[in-house]
């Protein structure tokens, strides 16, 4: 049975960094697409960022240059990085692996 499990998310200053993670459990991370998404406060949920079974990522137009997505086989974790947040970067972060699987979400909350 596949399980993922987040962590990482926090409060944070406008220009700080943040690093979730996403720790599988029952699949490679080598062998799976997985993508990270956010709900913030009365909005729908919204992609920020994939990583593709081959390694090519892809991200949302806002993120791009300050989010980072990655895998660690090592660890079987996958990981945000997000570096000089906004506060409109502020929501609840979900994992997303196989297109089907969802984590429960971790909270990022960004002060300006």
């Known amino acids: 049975q596949v399980q993922v499990v987040e962590s990482g998310g926090g409060l944070v200053q406008a220009g700080g960094s943040l690093r979730l993670s996403c720790v599988a459990s029952g699949i490679a991370v080598s062998r799976i697409v997985m993508a990270w998404y956010r709900q913030a406060p009365g909005k729908e949920r919204e992609f920020v960022a994939q990583i593709l079974i081959s390694g090519r990522t892809n991200y949302e137009d806002s993120v791009k240059g300050r989010f980072a997505v990655y895998r660690d086989e090592a660890t079987n974790t996958w990981y945000l990085r997000m570096d000089d947040l906004k506060p409109e970067d502020t929501g609840v972060y979900y994992c997303?692996?196989?297109?089907?699987?969802w984590g429960q979400g971790t909270q990022v909350t960004v002060s300006s």
């Open positions: 997303n692996v196989g297109t089907v699987l």
